[in-house]
């Protein structure tokens, strides 16, 4: 499958504390993304790393990707209550339909 | 410019019923989705569109899904008939293929219960 897996499924953590997902894949890919979801809401792009890329920063995000372990982290520093939602990493296979593969999510909980 | 525009937000209905789920991508995007979100299945993606050509829609749960996208700024996505199993939240989003990078946008989704 091309779909991203997440790890861990679930999360949860204190407000100020570090929130580090996992993302795994298994084929080549042009870019990956990182969707956050609130309960209730549609996906949002978050944040978008390419290929030739190994770390991006954007605020409190920061994306890392390994293509040699086919494997990218979000870590989302001094975390908030609001951050609580779901988070998914999708992968693009560079197809100019605009086609991604999105995984399970984690699901992060920030408790105040 | 306003985002992916999806209606109704909420559809109740009895099994055997026909439902009909509406799409207005973002202007200028060239591509459209449909997925489907349930806690078992996490995320599907049922079926896109390029320019308004079905370019896969190996996700199409059996024959009682049909989707159509008659121009660029309007798609359906047709149950007929509507099963409990057919429960879910459906999205559409749509991005702008060709131009990468390939992010899409979602909707607000649908949220079907069928009973």
């Known amino acids: 499958s091309q779909q991203g897996e997440e790890d861990p499924q679930a999360l949860s953590i204190q407000e100020g504390e570090n929130a580090t997902m996992n993302c795994s894949y298994k084929?080549?890919?042009?870019?990956l993304q990182w969707y956050r979801q609130n309960s209730g809401r549609g996906l949002v792009h978050l944040i978008l790393?390419?290929?030739?890329?190994r770390e991006k920063h954007s605020g409190r995000l920061r994306v890392t990707l390994d293509t040699s372990k086919k494997s990218s982290s979000l870590l989302i520093t001094a975390s908030r209550a609001a951050d609580t939602a779901s988070y998914f990493c999708?992968?693009?296979?560079?197809?100019?339909?605009?086609?991604?593969?999105f995984g399970r999510g984690t699901q992060l909980t920030v408790w105040p | 410019d306003a985002g992916v525009i999806q209606s109704p937000r909420h559809e109740v209905t009895e099994m055997g019923q026909e439902v009909t789920l509406r799409c207005k991508p973002i202007?200028?995007?060239?591509?459209l989705f449909w997925y489907r979100q349930t806690m078992m299945r996490g995320l599907e993606l049922l079926i896109y569109?390029?320019?308004?050509?079905?370019?896969?829609d190996s996700g199409m749960p059996e024959d009682r899904f049909s989707a159509k996208m008659p121009n660029a700024s309007f798609s359906t996505l047709k149950i007929q008939p509507s099963e409990p199993r057919d429960s879910a939240v459906y999205f559409c989003?749509?991005?702008?293929?060709?131009?990468?990078?390939?992010?899409?946008?979602f909707g607000p989704g649908t949220r079907l219960t069928v009973l």
């Open positions: 989003a749509s991005s702008r293929a060709g131009a990468l990078p390939d992010t899409q946008y």
């Open positions: 084929t080549s890919i042009n870019n």
């Open positions: 790393i390419r290929s030739n890329e």
């Open positions: 999708a992968t693009g296979g560079g197809s100019t339909l605009g086609r991604l593969y």
């Open positions: 202007s200028g995007h060239n591509s």
């Open positions: 569109f390029n320019n308004n050509v079905p370019i896969d």
